[in-house]
């Protein structure tokens, strides 16, 4: 499967633009397109590709065709809405950074919470990548990732903690090897709900996209669909009701750490997505869900930062390790928990 840059089209006097399109392989099975449309794009949901199909503003071949049509090899789709594409250009914005190391190949920055990586639908300004063309110019973009300059890889909006940036080709290449290889150190310290029986152990189950939601990742244990995800974990403290948690990713996955997590019955504190802004382990008194309320209220995302980050230098070969204290949100949240079960 390709997708291709865009062309324009006219169709009953509205001009439509094409932002996707597909190039079925040639070994693909017969599928409906809709499901099809739905695997290839995320954020969308099956009914938006229905009415979209009926409407005329997804082509196969050239025609338009229902949502039970069933794609062939080497059909050619075209997905056309009325707005013409954003361009990939990233914009400079003044927002200052956090830098913990820079040389004339790479910077490793500590990204707060709240910051988009990259700008995308819902959030076109006031990403780390908007603050990277403004502090550095002619950074690297990797192929296939335009509108992405320096990024060799990313955490969530509401994640804070480690990134590393790479300032010229030759950096960009090598780091993103040993990111494939998965040789690249991170160490992410987690709030969960609940607490686990053991004191360590690894979580392993093939993350993918969910069928019910695009925007979140399940986890199908079976291999069925996804990608193979290993995530270690060990506990650093425990609270009752919630468990502090260090977790180290042997792979990089969407979501990997929440939806990890979830599927063993710890989804982290105050994970919208996951199911973790509910009350998942104590009592029904009002003054623990005031409590509880009150520390959504000060950590208002989910409990996650990626804490440390090792790596060989794509240039020099020295080993480099940076690590970050815990944010203040995730922070002032522990404590309250600590003084809460002490006095409890």
């Not at 069928?211 to 995530?231: I, L, W, Y």
């Not at 425990?238 to 502090?244: D, M, P």
């Amino acid at each position: 499967m390709n997708e291709q840059p865009g062309e324009e089209y006219e169709e009953e006097n509205v001009e439509l633009f094409e932002h996707h399109r597909f190039l079925v392989d040639k070994g693909q099975s017969p599928i409906r397109i809709d499901k099809f449309l739905t695997e290839k794009l995320a954020n969308v949901t099956r009914n938006k590709l229905q009415q979209a199909l009926e409407a005329g503003n997804i082509l196969v071949n050239g025609e338009k065709k229902k949502p039970n049509y069933k794609i062939k090899p080497e059909d050619d789709i075209r997905v056309l809405l009325e707005n013409p594409p954003r361009d990939t250009e990233v914009y400079p914005e003044d927002i200052p950074l956090d830098i913990l190391f820079e040389d004339e190949y790479l910077l490793v920055v500590n990204k707060p919470p709240g910051m988009v990586v990259h700008p995308a639908h819902g959030n076109w300004t006031g990403t780390l990548a908007n603050a990277l063309v403004h502090h550095f110019q002619d950074l690297p973009e990797m192929k296939g990732n335009e509108g992405r300059p320096g990024l060799v890889h990313r955490i969530d909006k509401d994640t804070s903690g480690l990134l590393v940036i790479a300032k010229s080709e030759e950096a960009m290449t090598k780091l993103a090897a040993q990111f494939y290889h998965h040789t690249i150190e991170r160490t992410y310290i987690a709030l969960i709900w609940g607490e686990l029986e053991e004191d360590s152990g690894t979580t392993t189950g093939h993350v993918g996209r969910s069928h019910k939601d695009r925007k979140v990742m399940d986890v199908f244990p079976d291999g069925s669909e996804g990608k193979h995800a290993v995530t270690h974990w060990k506990v650093i403290r425990r609270l009752r009701y919630v468990t502090l948690v260090q977790c180290q990713l042997e792979t990089g996955r969407t979501h990997q750490i929440r939806a990890h997590m979830k599927y063993i019955g710890h989804p982290l504190f105050n994970d919208a997505t996951y199911g973790g802004d509910k009350i998942r382990k104590g009592t029904q008194f009002s003054k623990y869900k005031a409590f509880v309320n009150n520390c959504f209220g000060l950590l208002p995302r989910q409990a996650l930062h990626a804490k440390s980050l090792g790596f060989i230098h794509p240039i020099s070969g020295e080993k480099l390790f940076f690590e970050t204290l815990i944010p203040a949100d995730m922070q002032s949240v522990l404590d309250r928990w600590e003084d809460y079960v002490k006095y409890e």
